[in-house]
């Protein structure tokens, strides 16, 4: 009889092991479905906005004052960064953040267009001249926008950003206040000709990064100008530039977060600089480059980022990129030179 009881309960016990396995790797199946389901929804780049929009909601004025526009905008992309769906993403020490880097490789291309903004209103857009004293609330804010896009804790990055916002939107109160004279926007022609340097070096950047997706051989250009004796040997001068496999689709959704934001921020320079523009006949560059832009923000259709030859069988999308990058880049150029014509 206890023999009988001892096998009954060994059977009991196995039954009851198995059922607790069977109930936790249920537990995990549900867990990985419901972290890749958020995965999938948290990696879709967020929508076009009306930057005209925005600028009548945060400033409550119906023809918003010379410069609210780009403020705005510049508020409204830092906003997105840190409130689009799954929030910040960059700094994610947990499951499904920690999976992405396709979405937080699109946040860095962001980031990057809204610190140089911020560095462009603080040392360019606000001040009338190089020796005006700089607005107390940009000079705070710009460095913040700096911080390590990574840290997670102590502090966080979302916290430095965030204390950033709060310095833009004092700014940007001064700014509409038409009873007060201490916050100023000057939208002249030599101010936005520098922001678009900026733009450009980025743009070139990204161009070749994306065009060594396929590998290239490029000429050493690093001692161009330099004198003869501090030039590299020939056998040196050539370089072997090719993108590492992993970090290819990293480099592809930065550039489309770059553009992404540079779209944006084309549109509201259109509206604050406008009497600028239409002195320079340069309107109808600026909607060029914002089409060149557009482009870039196609639908993908494939599941993943594709890597094919120049000419070979699959298509390349880093390639098909840099196109777009460049064409807005040589036209940002352009404008650079229409602005700098008397």
Known sequence: MERLERIWLTLWDSFNSARKLKLALAFVLAGLLLATAFGIYWSFEPDRFDVSE?????????????????????????????????????????????????????????????????????????????????????AKAEPLLHFDHRNWILPSTESEYRKSLKLLYDYRKRLIDTQQQDAQFYARADNLRDWLGDVSTRLGSLSQRLSASVGQRRINTDLAGDSAGRQATVASDELEIKTPWLQIDNVFYEARGTAWALIHMLEAVERDFGDALDKKNARASVRQIIRELEATQGTIWSP???????????????????????????????????????
């Open 54 to 138: 925005q600028a009548r909601q945060q400033t409550a004025m119906e023809s918003p004052v010379t410069g609210a526009h780009t403020v705005a905008t510049l508020i409204h992309l830092t906003e997105t960064l840190l409130e689009k769906p799954g929030g910040y993403l960059s700094n994610d020490m947990t499951p499904p953040g920690i999976w992405l880097d396709n979405i937080p490789s699109w946040e860095f291309g962001v980031l990057v267009q809204v610190r140089d903004m911020s560095r462009a209103l603080r040392k360019s857009f606000s001040r009338s001249q190089s020796q005006s004293t700089e607005d107390p609330a940009l």
């Open 304 to 342: 993943m980022i594709l890597n094919g030859t120049e000419f070979g069988f699959l298509a390349n999308h880093s390639l098909v990129m840099a196109s777009y990058i460049s064409r807005a880049n040589a036209a940002i150029i352009d404008l650079r030179d229409l602005l700098s014509q008397g």
